[in-house]
């Protein structure tokens, strides 16, 4: 059981947007900044997000990342089959120093 | 272009101890304020954080794992390394190693490197 909270599965179709959240507490997200990576199928996860909402250079300006409290959320819009792929939140914990990802979301572009 | 390559046995028998290292190229392990860390991925599930170190020595452990695990790091090789003592079946997975800025994003990742526990 994974200490931040994502949903298992997401799924739109081409050309539209969906949004993945990643709900935590106030010793993980609420106090420390949230990444985001993404692992398509057989590969390593490749950071996508830092700091809650910045892209690392090469990351299209299709997905975003924003904060609130204790959640955060993934946006990805204009959608593309080569976007089907495991999405994961992570961030640093406080109370016990270590760090915590989410649980994954799949996504399905249909 | 810091790059990073696991490497280690693919195979550990239950009560041993599982040992991996993760080379940098490209770049110094010394250089920035990043640490070096190890995440692990059973098959078909999400990603687990083992822990990281700093070219200082300083050590971070994910508690759950805190007992059986020791990182460590060779400057002179620019490498880091994972020991995993008294594994078992539960700790069949895919290792990876990361560079992390400080306690935020993790880039770039190893390809990472499939051990299973079985004897």
């Known amino acids: 059981q994974s200490v931040l909270t994502q949903p298992p599965s997401v799924s739109a179709a081409p050309g539209q947007k969906v949004t993945i959240s990643c709900s935590g507490s106030?010793?993980?997200?609420?106090?420390?900044?949230v990444s985001w990576y993404q692992q398509l199928p057989g590969t390593a996860p490749k950071l996508l997000i830092y700091?809650?909402?910045k892209r690392p250079s090469g990351i299209p300006d299709r997905f975003s990342g924003s904060k609130s409290g204790t959640s955060a959320t993934l946006g990805i819009t204009g959608l593309q089959t080569g976007d089907e792929a495991d999405y994961y939140c992570?961030?640093?914990?406080?109370?016990?120093?270590?760090?915590?990802f989410g649980g994954g979301t799949k996504l399905t572009v249909l | 272009q810091v790059q990073l390559q696991e490497s280690g046995p693919g195979l550990v028998k239950p009560s041993q101890t599982l040992s991996l290292t993760c080379t940098v190229s490209?770049?110094?392990?010394?250089?920035?304020?990043?640490?070096w860390s190890w995440i692990r991925q059973p098959a078909g599930k999400g990603l687990e954080w083992i822990g990281r170190?700093?070219?200082?020595?300083?050590?971070n452990y994910n508690p759950s794992l805190k007992s059986r695990v020791t990182i460590s790091v060779d400057t002179s090789k620019n490498q880091f390394s994972l020991k995993l003592s008294s594994v078992t079946a539960a700790d069949t997975a895919v290792y990876y190693c990361?560079?992390?800025?400080?306690?935020?994003?993790?880039?770039?990742w190893g390809q990472g490197t499939l051990v299973t526990v079985s004897s």
């Open positions: 700091d809650n909402n």
């Open positions: 106030s010793s993980n997200i609420g106090n420390n900044y």
């Open positions: 490209g770049g110094s392990i010394s250089s920035g304020s990043y640490y």
């Open positions: 992570g961030t640093w914990d406080s109370s016990l120093s270590y760090v915590v």
């Open positions: 990361a560079r992390q800025w400080l306690e935020d994003w993790f880039d770039p």
């Open positions: 170190i700093y070219t200082s020595g300083s050590t």
